[in-house]
Structures are given as C-alpha cells and as structure tokens.
C-alpha cells in the first residue's frame, strides 16, 4: 500500500513537472521562431538590425545612444522591411495559430470528439463567404478593412443561424448542432464556389478567392493584427474561464449538470467563444485547416486533457507551429509563395500521425 | 441533515409522449431504496426528476422545502448526487481528476483546491476501493472500475443523496454484487440511496424501500416484502414469479415465463 500510494503522488507532481518542461521549451522556442521568422527572407537581417529597428520604434530617442551604432546604421529600408512588412506578418501568425490552437481544443471537449475542430459549426466557411464577398465586390481591393470585417460578420451570421437552427426551448442538443452545422457549412461553401465560378473569367478576382481559401498571410499589417488579437486574447480567456465547465462537459451533460454545471449556459459561452477564436483567424488569415485538429491533440497527449492546462499550452504551441509553417511556406519555393494552408496540411499530417502512432503503441504495450 | 426529496405526483413528457405519470414518493435518508420496473417503465425518468435534471409537465419534485427548479444545479449538486448510466470516459483524464470534479459545486471558479477537496476525494477513492487507481487514466479502466469511479466522484461531493441508474447493467456478477454492496454501506451511513435496477433478486436482498413502476405510474410503493409480491411481479411484468426461501430464511425468486 505505501508504495501504492508513492506512486500516486509521484503521478501529480510528474503531470506538473511535465506542463513546467512543455513552457520551459516552447516559450524560448517561440521567441526563437519569431526572430528567425523576421530575419529569414528574400533580404535576410541580422538580429542586431532587427532589434535596433524595435528599438527606434518602441523606446523613446534619449534611451537610443545606448543602443550605439547599430541604430545609426538602421536604414529607412531596414524600418520598412522589419516594422512595416515582416513583425506584423509573424504576430499575425503567432495569434492566429493561438486562436486556431485554442479554438479547437474547446471544439474537441464541447463535441467530446478529439476529431472535432473549428470548422465543424459552419463558423469556418461562413468566414470564408464573407471573405469570398469582399473579393467578388471588389471592395477588399479599395481599403485593408472589409476583407476581415466581412469574414468576421460571416462567422457570426452562419453561428446565429446554426445556433437558431439547433436550439428548441434554451436547448441545445450537441448531436443537433453538429447536424445543423454541418450543413450550414455545406451550403454556405457551396455559396463560396458558385460566387467563385461566377467570377472564374476574371482571373485575378478567382486567384484572390481561391488564395483566400488556401489561407495565406501575404501583405498582412498591423492592422490586421489588431483586428485579430483582441478576439484571440478575450477567447483564450473566455475558455480559460470555462476551463473547468469545459471537463465536467466532456463527461456527458447529465454528469456535468448533477455535479452542478449549468450546461446550456456554459455551452452558449463556449460556443460563441469558439466563434470568436474561429472568425478572428479566419478573417485575417482565410482557411488554414489542421492547426485546430492537430495542436490541441498533440498539448493533450503530452500533457493530459484538464483544459486549463490544455487552452493556454495550445495557444502557445499553436502560435510556434504556424509562425514555423508561414516562414516554410514563405522560403521553401523563391519567389513563389507556397500558400499557407498547404503547408499546415503538409507538415500537420505526417506530424499527427507519428503521434497517434506513438499514443497507440504506448497505449497497447 | 434535514435534505428532503419528495416527488409529489410529477409527470414528465418527451416529444409528446407522457413517460412519467402523477409519480409520488419520498426519499428516505439511512435508506436504500429501488426503483423497478419493465424497460421504458419510466425508471430513469423518474431518477432524473428527482435529481431536477428534467424539467416536470405536472407535479413538483420539492427539495429543502421548495420546487427544486427554484435551486441552483450548483446548491442541488452539494446534496444530490447522480450517477448516470452513461459511464463513457473519451480522454484521458485520471482517475484523481475524475473524482476531483466532484468537488466542483464546492469550489469558486479560481479557487485552487484546498486540503478539504482533497480529503473529501480521498475519502471518496478510499470508499469506493479504487484509491490504488488514482493515477491511472480513466479510459483504461474495466467495466467495474470505472463504474466505481463514478461513484466515487459523486460521493467527493458529500451529497446526502445519491441517485444511481442502473449502475450494474453492464458488470458481471461479482462486480454487481460490489457496487450493490457499497450501496447498501452507504444507505448505512445515513445517505438517502435510490437505485433504478433490473434484478429482483438483488432487491429482495440489498434493498429497504422499493417502488414498482408500469408504464409510468407507480404501481407499487413499500417495504421490500410488501411490493415484491408474485401477483404484482406478474402483473407488471408478465412472468409467473415463484417465491423460494433458502436455507438461511432470505426469500429468492425464480421466474417462468407465461407462455
């Protein structure tokens, strides 16, 4: 029995030890691929030049002597190309994986299906229709604006109608909402293709359309960035919030509700910060499949399924994995860009299936 | 201690179908009472409206006094607790985190869990007789195993009432005997314990009170020996039952069919 019950507190502390050694990697780790993702490129910048550039941009003059030469030497050029095209491209990149990490990962315990992922209630093709629309419209090409804002009204349009559809009484059946969103989504990608086969003879709005629904970060500013990061931010901390509502859901909802959760409410909660997390990253990076399927999966067999634990990590972990893809799909083909969501799928796929390999090898021996 | 659980003549519908029927009984603390019945009787129906899970069409489950759809889930979740049949487990969550979330109705949304949460779900794993499981995945479990977890997570919550449906439908013999057991050590202690189960036989032995439902009216309400009568049992379930006593005086029923 003692050494029964060593073993156990063993258990607890080795799952703690486990999350401190997941941060201790991925932190420096994040700040390394950010660094590598601006440096890296047609014109290459060494990090001094990439930090002076942050340093003239961010700390007020009289700070800047302390800096010496390098921030003479800083070029409008070098600004132009730090400041202005490559740090916005990789935040944006950092939020919409963590917005896509951490969508996901709710998806997975709100459906309590680990195939489930973000774009599952419609959210995710409703974003790209309002996208598709800014292209056919031609307003995405008059101003940085109704590109993201239509996605995101998008998003929210195909929830509230999948959300109507499924909801009887202040019920919302999960099996109904799956049924409904599903074919919300299918009819709304069908409106995405036919606006596209529409505009196929004018060719650069079919490139534009087709790029979008590829998900690329080409050309993205910081007003994309802000757009985006203040969804991302608040929905992280929504399901963090709901972290622990979020277990008791993935028991059942009877269990959850005789152990006192109040279910539809904290459904309702969690289903719209999904399609807050889902429409923000949408909206400014278009359709970038497998980082919510594959992230919040990869967090939950290193560090267990407690989604308090799970959402940041996969915030986190999901901004690494895409900063990585974007700079491989910048670099890996000059001049070419490779579009961003081939690359996620590309590197996602065999990446997940050497864990779930792993996860079943471990789990039969 | 005073947590009474009443049903005063509820009746529940579902997509137009009335399963439940002007239902009345009272919950009795230090007691293991059985729900029985036919399937689609209204067994788990009627635990469910009891445990305030689904909604009543007539009637009032009273609780504490007052119609429990007037308490929080979380107040009713401190003193009831329910067990569903349901006893799927997808991730892989231990077993020292699935009897934790019992502590949820106790806890504040950040609170972190204190050295009582921690008692009351040892208590809980020690009582159930899984504590040597508790670093374990969930979803590696048995059939038995997990089915005592469960339990164990309700109890982490120190409810007065326990509510379990149908727990032994999936074990065999010698873990259906356990987790009967554990009931009845439970009524002992003073829960009030209300089972919705299939063998007669192990109500004739386990069980105090039982409640015998058809077609969602009950049918028959008492003692063991008073309800578990062979006209009854024919009545509502159509098999002639025969009434044997052992060796020992406890009372064993055999069942033939009519046809």
Not at chain 1, 128 to 134: D, I, R, Y
Not at chain 1, 195 to 204: C, F, K, P, S, Y
Not at chain 1, 238 to 261: F, K, N, T
Not at chain 2, 28 to 42: D, L, Q, V
């Amino acid at each position: 029995m003692e050494i029964k019950s060593a073993g156990m507190k063993g258990a607890g502390v080795k799952q703690r030890l486990r999350v401190r050694l997941y941060y201790s990697v991925t932190l420096p780790l994040l700040a390394i691929s950010i660094l590598a993702a601006i440096s890296i490129g047609s014109t290459p910048l060494p990090w001094r030049t990439i930090v002076a550039v942050c340093a003239i941009k961010l700390l007020p003059a009289s700070w800047l002597t302390a800096f010496g030469s390098d921030v003479s030497t800083i070029t409008a050029t070098d600004q132009l190309v730090v400041w202005i095209i490559r740090i916005p491209r990789v935040l944006v990149a950092a939020v919409v994986g963590a917005g896509l990490g951490s969508a996901g990962a709710i998806m997975q315990g709100l459906f309590r299906n680990p195939l489930a992922e973000p774009g599952l209630m419609g959210i995710g093709p409703g974003a790209a229709l309002g996208g598709v629309l800014a292209f056919v419209t031609g307003w995405s090409s008059r101003s940085v604006l109704p590109l993201p804002l239509l996605a995101m009204a998008g998003a929210l349009l195909a929830l509230g109608l999948v959300y109507a559809m499924a909801t009887r009484g202040g019920v919302t059946p999960i099996a109904t909402l799956l049924l409904a969103g599903v074919a919300t989504g299918s009819l709304v990608s069908a409106l995405s293709s036919l606006l596209l086969t529409l505009n196929i003879a004018n060719w650069q709005i079919a490139q534009e359309v087709i790029f979008w629904m590829m998900g690329g970060l080409e050309a993205r500013t910081w007003t994309h960035f802000w757009l985006c990061a203040p969804f991302v931010a608040m929905g992280l901390c929504a399901g963090i919030v709901e972290g622990r509502e979020l277990d008791l859901l993935m028991q059942g909802e009877e269990a959850a509700a005789s152990l006192g959760v109040n279910v539809e409410a904290a459904k309702r909660t969690l289903i719209v910060t999904v399609a807050i997390l889902t429409g923000a990253s949408v909206a400014v990076a278009g359709m970038v499949g497998f980082v919510g399927l594959l992230v919040p999966h990869a967090i939950r067999m290193m560090l267990g399924p407690r989604h308090r634990v799970v959402l940041p990590a996969s915030a986190l972990g999901g901004a690494v994995f895409l900063i990585l893809c974007d700079l491989a799909a910048r670099t890996l083909h000059p001049p070419t860009e490779i579009r961003l969501g081939v690359v996620t799928a590309l590197c996602g796929g065999p990446f997940f299936l050497i864990l779930l390999l792993r996860h079943y090898r471990a789990a039969s021996l | 201690m005073s947590s009474g659980l009443q049903a005063c003549g509820i009746s529940v519908e579902r997509g137009g179908r009335r399963i439940l029927q002007a239902a009345s009984l009272e919950i009795a603390h230090g007691n293991f009472t059985a729900i029985i019945g036919p399937n689609g009787s209204g067994k788990s129906t009627l635990l469910k409206a009891l445990a305030g899970l689904w909604p009543v069409s007539a009637g009032e489950v009273m609780f504490c006094g007052k119609p429990i759809r007037t308490h929080s889930r979380r107040e009713i979740a401190k003193t009831i607790a329910f067990v569903p049949q349901d006893t799927r487990i997808d991730f892989a969550f231990t077993v020292a985190e699935i009897a934790g979330m019992g502590r949820y109705p106790h806890r504040g949304r950040f609170a972190p869990e204190t050295a009582a949460d921690r008692a009351a779900t040892e208590a809980a794993l020690v009582r159930c007789d899984v504590a040597h499981l508790k670093a374990r995945d969930a979803n590696t479990l048995s059939g038995g195993e997990r089915q005592r977890v469960l339990i164990a997570r309700s109890l982490a919550a120190q409810p007065d009432i326990v509510l379990l449906d149908e727990p032994t439908a999936s074990l065999d013999i010698e873990h259906a005997l356990d987790i009967l057991t554990l009931c009845r050590e439970l009524a002992h202690d003073g829960h009030a314990v209300v089972v919705a189960m299939h063998d007669l036989n192990a109500v004739a032995r386990f069980a105090d009170f039982v409640a015998l439902l058809d077609e969602g009216r009950i049918v028959g309400v008492g003692p063991v020996a008073d309800v578990l009568q062979p006209a009854a049992l024919e009545r509502v379930f159509g098999v002639r039952a025969e009434a044997v006593t052992d060796a020992a005086g406890s009372t064993h029923f055999l069942f033939h069919s009519l046809k």
